[in-house]
């Protein structure tokens, strides 16, 4: 049984107090079908929220099978289902895999053949079975609801909740997945409330409970709905709602409401711990099922993959166009007799040739680094934002923040790893930069993908969308080059005020620490711009990298639903 007591949800608006849901009693037994319906803003999703867990009760408490959820802590995460309105699974996959992957996220199975038995029961029960082999992308709107509402049958939840399932469906596709729905909650420690615009199918249901700017106006019978509110046909209830006051309404269902609910099982019935097979796998194997699943996902984005390989391998060639012969040896000054005219005009063609030669060294390396912020702001831009619905949910449904943070950490690394290499070597081996020694410069590589990556990673998690994460890492790259000082040196307090952000100017300054004294000479008088000691730079940069993730992590943590 599920009871909520005197329910009041109240958010502030400045100094005003807003009350989305006020005094909301209902009872509601196992084994049950309940409709929420209310015109649009009534507060409908809020009170699916409400009891999911999702938003915190202001006032009043929820009960399941006489246990307090706002005493003795909310339902198991697998003991909930929450269906939101849009259709949330990896396009790419197909419906088999993506019900593979949120059992393995969610429900620990004991061999090869219960998981496959799950799985299978899973496709069955939600007429799934005859397109488990068909990518998402090309499912229709009612076939993706069905696979919404497979995808949290991996618990065997006691609470499924799904709001708007049937929004958008033409009305056999609406027709078939109430009746799914229906069929899901012919089980006797389930309950399943579906909340919905749609005054249609409403047969089904054995309850419909009736909202009205946020009070409960009538929670009983389907049958009952036209005769309660004096129309003729269900469809008539909104414009009927809107003659009187919520107020009004809500008084009279209090008249009627003990009857009603004296009519169902008695109260507290239902073990309070009937959790099925709640419990959830660890962080070990959510790790593996969230990183094996980022690869596949990689490998089926064509797209994707195509901008990721030309970018790894034609970055570097544009970096390589400009040197194709190897960087030259500096000229050495003064050799001739001091004095002469001759000597003067030799020392001058010497120093300009060593001038454009420092030049040629710090912008090839200034060209790496700028490339690689690229790469970086494109590996994670969208990491986490482009998927957060998704995310969302498998939270809700028991994967870590943390867990999932280190699935994108790994898979990251192995991008930057190969990027920043392939970089360095294919560069080194062409241009042959005059480095004392080449590990500190694959390290400054490194570290700049690292330190953007992360960062954008950091970013994509605090945004709202991809398209603003791509928009923000995009912006963040394109200050990286006017801000290093490497092609034009800032005023002195612009350069001390902006450097400690640019990542960029710290790779390529630990860069040119590592260059042969001979050349670095020339690179200074190039450049006009203080070149900080390459173990700072390695340190601003290792910074940048622990910022990002610190960043990644409050961002993964914090609640972030759209609907
Ligand atoms: N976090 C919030 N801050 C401010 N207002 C909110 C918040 N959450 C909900 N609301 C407001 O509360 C009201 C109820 O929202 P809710 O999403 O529950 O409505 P709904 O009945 O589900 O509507 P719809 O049928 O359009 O989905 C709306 O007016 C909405 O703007
Ligand atoms: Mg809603």
């Known amino acids: 049984m599920l009871e909520l007591e005197n329910i009041h949800f109240t958010i502030q608006k400045g100094k005003e107090d807003i009350h989305l849901l006020e005094k909301v009693d209902l009872r509601v037994p196992t084994g049950h079908f309940m409709a929420i319906v209310g015109p649009s803003g009534c507060g409908k999703s809020t009170l699916l929220k409400l009891i999911a867990g999702l938003n915190q009760e202001s006032e009043g408490s929820i009960h399941w099978n006489g246990r307090n959820l706002s005493e003795e802590g909310d339902l198991e995460c697998s003991e909930i289902g929450y269906v939101p309105q849009f259709s949330i699974a990896y396009e790419e996959l197909t419906v088999e895999e993506n019900i ?21 029961g ?19 709107g009612g076939q993706k609801r069905r696979l919404s509402l497979a995808l949290e049958l991996s618990t065997d939840p006691v609470l499924l909740l799904c709001d708007e399932v049937t929004s958008g469906l033409d009305p056999k596709s609406e027709q078939d997945i109430v009746a799914l729905m229906h069929e899901l909650s012919r089980n006797e420690h389930r309950i399943v409330v579906n909340v919905t615009h749609s005054l249609a199918n409403l047969d089904l249901y054995d309850s419909v409970l009736v909202l009205d700017a946020g009070r409960v ?29 919520k107020n009004a309404w809500a008084d009279s269902w209090s008249k009627h409401r003990d009857a009603y609910y004296e009519n169902l099982p008695a109260k507290n019935t239902g073990d309070p711990n009937v959790s099925v097979s709640a419990v959830t796998p660890s962080a070990a194997a959510q790790f593996f099922a969230l990183f094996f699943r980022r690869w596949k996902i990689f490998f089926r ?12 391998l034609g970055f570097p060639f544009l970096v390589i166009v400009f040197e194709l012969g190897g960087v030259e040896q500096t000229m050495r000054l003064a050799d001739a007799a001091p004095g002469t005219k001759a000597a003067m005009e030799a ?7 060593n001038l454009n030669l420092g030049g040629v060294v710090s912008g090839l390396v200034m060209f790496q680094v700028i490339l690689l912020t690229l790469m970086g ?74 330190a953007m990556t992360s960062i954008c990673l950091g970013i994509s998690s605090m945004a709202k969308t991809a398209d603003q994460a791509s928009l923000l890492s995009i912006y963040l790259v394109g200050f990286q080059l006017p801000l290093s ?14 450097r400690p952000f640019i990542s960029a100017y710290w790779s390529w300054a630990g860069s040119m620490d590592g260059m042969e004294k001979n050349y670095l000479r020339w690179i200074k008088e190039v450049t006009d711009t203080w070149l900080g000691p390459m173990w700072l730079c390695m340190l601003v940069l290792l910074a940048h990298v622990a910022i990002g993730l610190f960043i990644a992590y409050v961002g993964v943590k914090r609640p972030r639903w759209e609907h």
């Not at 593979?100 to 299978?120: C, G, I, Q, Y």
């Not at 929670?219 to 006051?245: C, I, M, N, T």
Request: hydrophobic share 45%.
């Open 100 to 120: 593979e992957s949120t059992v393995r996220l969610r429900a620990k199975t004991e061999n090869r053949k219960e998981f496959e038995d799950l799985v299978d």
């Open 122 to 140: 899973i496709l069955n029960s939600t007429g799934l079975d005859a397109l488990r082999d068909r990518p998402v992308k090309v499912l229709s």
């Open 217 to 245: 106006v009538y929670h009983g019978p389907p049958r009952a709905l036209e005769h309660y509110f004096s129309v003729s046909k269900a469809e008539d209830v909104y414009p009927q709602l809107s003659k009187r006051d």
């Open 301 to 312: 984005d064509w797209g994707g993959l195509m901008l990721q390989a030309s970018i790894l």
């Open 347 to 353: 020392e001058q063609e010497a120093i300009t040739f």
């Open 377 to 450: 702001s494109n590996n994670s831009s969208r990491e986490i934002a482009g998927e957060r619905q998704i995310f969302e949910k498998e939270k809700l449904g028991g994967v870590r923040p943390l867990v999932y943070l280190s699935s994108k950490l790994a898979f990251l690394s192995v991008l930057v790893i190969i990027q920043s290499l392939w970089m360095a070597i294919f560069v080194q081996s062409i241009c042959k930069l005059p480095l004392e020694s080449f590990l500190p410069h694959i390290i400054m590589l490194l570290l700049v993908n690292g």
């Open 485 to 498: 000082g490497a092609v034009l040196a800032l005023p002195d307090w612009a350069g001390w005020l902006t």
